[in-house]
């Protein structure tokens, strides 16, 4: 069975200061990952995702992740972080069509 | 593009009642899928529709049913509430589900009394 790991429930960095995000994740086979923020009281936007190719992944607003297969891991990365960052992020792997999320890591952004 | 609509967005339901939400997808997106979102239990998958078949169903009881219709619009109902069922429904659609990228509505909110 597939599975996604956040470690951290929130992360908490100062505004123009690099930010990362942990994801590590559980798969057979070739994992299908993506990235997703929510907003309060939103839906989930897509950030992200890694099929195959290249290891870091460009994405939406500055986002970007590297995955690593010999570490199971995609941590989602931004060189400066923003106030307006500041959201609830979520890891994901599909398999079959469903998309099994993790717990969701809150971004906390300080000025 | 209108992007996904889901009504209604917030409704109060008593225990032992039952409710249906509707969802539209973006237009010309085929695939359908439901999600629970709970402070305790996270995002978790209810189902998937592609072209009117359910092609995936999570691990939720026999209550929650969902269907889809010709025109990509889904519903999903949950029977009997619970307390526990309280949560936001969200609904996405996507042109293949397999490839992952998924856009979501902001929800229904669910309150169990």
């Known amino acids: 069975a597939q599975s996604v790991a956040q470690p951290e429930d929130q992360v908490n960095v100062a505004e123009g200061n690099p930010l990362t995000v942990k994801c590590t994740y559980s798969v057979s086979g070739n994992p299908y990952l993506f990235w997703y923020v929510q907003y309060p009281n939103r839906g989930l936007q897509f950030l992200l995702k890694?099929?195959?190719?290249?290891?870091l992944v460009k994405g939406s607003y500055g986002f970007e992740a590297e995955f690593n297969k010999s570490q199971t891991s995609f941590h989602l990365k931004k060189p400066s972080a923003l106030v307006s960052d500041s959201a609830l992020y979520f890891c994901?792997?599909?398999?079959?069509?469903?998309?099994?999320f993790g717990g969701g890591t809150r971004l906390m952004v300080k000025p | 593009k209108a992007g996904v609509t889901q009504t209604p967005r917030y409704l109060i339901k008593t225990r032992g009642q039952q409710v249906t939400l509707s969802c539209s997808p973006i237009?010309?997106?085929?695939?359908v899928s439901w999600y629970q979102q709970t402070p305790g239990q996270g995002l978790q998958f209810l189902f998937e529709?592609?072209?009117?078949?359910?092609?995936n169903k999570g691990n939720f009881p026999g209550r929650f049913s969902g269907r889809q219709f010709s025109n990509s619009r889904s519903e999903m109902n949950v029977s009997t509430l619970e307390l526990g069922d309280s949560a936001l429904y969200l609904c996405a659609s996507s042109l293949v589900a397999a490839l992952g990228e998924l856009f979501f509505g902001e929800g229904s909110r669910l309150t169990v009394l």
């Open positions: 529709y592609f072209s009117e078949t359910q092609r």
């Open positions: 890694y099929i195959t190719g290249d290891n």
């Open positions: 237009s010309g997106h085929r695939s």
């Open positions: 994901a792997v599909n398999y079959g069509n469903m998309l099994t």
